[in-house]
């Protein structure tokens, strides 16, 4: 036997940890789905990995749940608190409501209306703080320790990565054929950094692609600068993902796994929103179109042809009072 690096340590660690993850429970395995229209128009195989069909329309209900599930009977008592863009409160407050664990919740006060609803309609407390993500942690940072209540890291913390990285297991069930690279949506890194885990450990040759908002690149900042850095200031549009560092546990996997990291503005996001709505009829949220933008953008850029590229749409919680404006700002977008 050969010794095995840190690195491939690490990975295995958490593969054990995703193929343990308990999130059926609540989550249910997601379509694989061929987007025929965009196929055709960029000249690859695209595939859609329908994470926007879980039952709190993103994939954050994986990590979620496997975070509280695994908590002592202690630590439940106590009841949990996090802070959250959004979509991971909605995770939060369903896996707490299914497991009888009072949950707190701490969203910036720009969160969309409807994630505030379907936190507050899930029987959790929600409590507004701060213009983004970096202030709302903060705030929930210091509740925890006031009130006991166990902190729920939206993306760092390992039993959220390994959550997470069920996407991946999924995927390479689902499509064990060529597969040329996935396109990851990156907030704080715990969705990429299970998937990269999970698919580096078993099929190494498949990239890993990670995508960010240009408001919000705190991964390829962090790859660039070798270490975690902090960015100024986050936009908000992708609130899913306006995130102003990388999650610790996450970047020790992703500088070493992840093989590239697209960014993309405000309008490619809408465009991959009326992109993803012309094969499937259905709408993501900006974050959501993270991954199909970034397809766009590394064909355009790479000239790739022929590939098979999967795409994961992570999310479909957008106001329906904003779609005018996305389906404006689509046409503005170089397509
Ligand atoms: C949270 C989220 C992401 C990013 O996930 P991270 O684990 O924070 O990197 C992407 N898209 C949507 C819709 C999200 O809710």
Redesign the pocket.
């Known amino acids: 036997m050969t010794p095995t690096s840190p690195e491939q340590t690490l990975l295995e660690h958490y593969v054990k940890k995703i193929l343990a993850a308990a999130v059926y429970d609540l989550a249910v395995p997601t379509p694989l789905q061929a987007a025929a229209a965009l196929s055709q128009a960029l000249g690859n195989r695209i595939l859609f990995k329908r994470e926007d069909l879980q039952p709190t329309f993103?994939?954050?209900i994986r990590g979620a749940y496997n975070k509280l599930v695994q908590l002592t009977p202690e630590q439940r008592s106590r009841g949990v608190i996090t802070a959250s863009?959004?979509?991971?409160a909605q995770g939060v407050a369903m896996a707490a409501q299914a497991l009888g664990i009072s949950a707190c919740i701490v969203m910036p006060r720009t969160t969309p209306q409807l994630k505030v609803l379907g936190v507050r309609s899930r029987g959790a407390e929600a409590l507004l703080h701060g213009e983004s993500f970096p202030f709302a942690l903060e705030f929930a940072l210091d509740l925890a320790r006031q009130t006991g209540r166990e902190f729920v890291s939206?993306?760092d913390d390992p039993q959220v990565i390994a959550g997470?990285g069920t996407v991946a297991m999924e995927i390479l069930r689902q499509h064990p054929g060529q597969l040329d690279a996935i396109f990851v949506?990156?907030?704080?890194?715990?969705?990429?950094a299970g998937v990269a885990a999970y698919v580096k450990y078993l099929r190494p040759e498949v990239r890993i692609i990670g995508v960010e908002s240009e408001h919000s690149a705190c991964l390829q900042a962090a790859l660039a600068a070798g270490e975690r850095v902090t960015l100024a200031s986050v936009g908000t549009f992708a609130d899913?993902?306006a995130?102003a560092q990388i999650g610790a546990h996450?970047f020790d996997i992703c500088r070493f796994c992840v093989d590239e990291v697209i960014t993309v503005s405000n309008d490619q996001l809408c465009g991959a929103i009326r992109d993803i709505y012309d094969d499937t009829r259905s709408i993501t949220?900006p974050?959501?179109a993270?991954a199909v933008a970034g397809i766009k953008r590394y064909v355009t850029d790479s000239g790739a042809q022929g590939q098979t590229l999967v795409a994961i749409n992570?999310?479909a919680?957008i106001n329906f009072d904003s779609l005018g404006h996305v389906a404006e700002r689509a046409a503005m977008a170089a397509s």
């Open positions: 993103s994939f954050k863009a959004g979509n991971h939206p993306f997470q949506p990156v907030g704080g890194g715990g969705l990429i899913g993902v995130v996450g949220e974050s959501g993270l992570s999310g919680n």
